[in-house]
């Protein structure tokens, strides 16, 4: 699986702390995961936190942002 991130998505990532590994196994394998148009929205319950992960599917995967949500 080839994942690809926005600038907006790997300062995000940067300055949230947040491992892209973290994002790796949200998209790989999410607790949920929701449709909208062409975006995909997975959450996944990770040390503690929940974090959410918004990306496009093409034939590759682009993320768009990713943020921990209570």
């Given at each position: 699986?080839?994942?690809?991130?926005?600038l907006?998505a790997?300062e995000?990532?940067?300055e949230?702390?947040?491992p892209k590994?973290?994002?790796e196994e949200?998209?790989?394998s999410?607790?949920e995961?929701?449709?909208?148009?062409?975006?995909y929205?997975a959450?996944?319950?990770?040390?503690?936190?929940?974090l959410?992960?918004i990306?496009?599917?093409e034939?590759y995967?682009k993320?768009i942002?990713?943020?921990?949500?209570q």
């Open positions: 699986m080839n994942i690809t991130y926005t907006h790997g995000q990532i940067e949230r702390k947040i590994i973290w994002v949200t998209i790989k999410p607790d995961l929701r449709r909208k148009g062409n975006k929205y959450t996944k319950k990770l040390n503690g936190n929940t959410k992960v990306y496009v599917r034939s995967i993320v942002t990713s943020y921990f949500i």
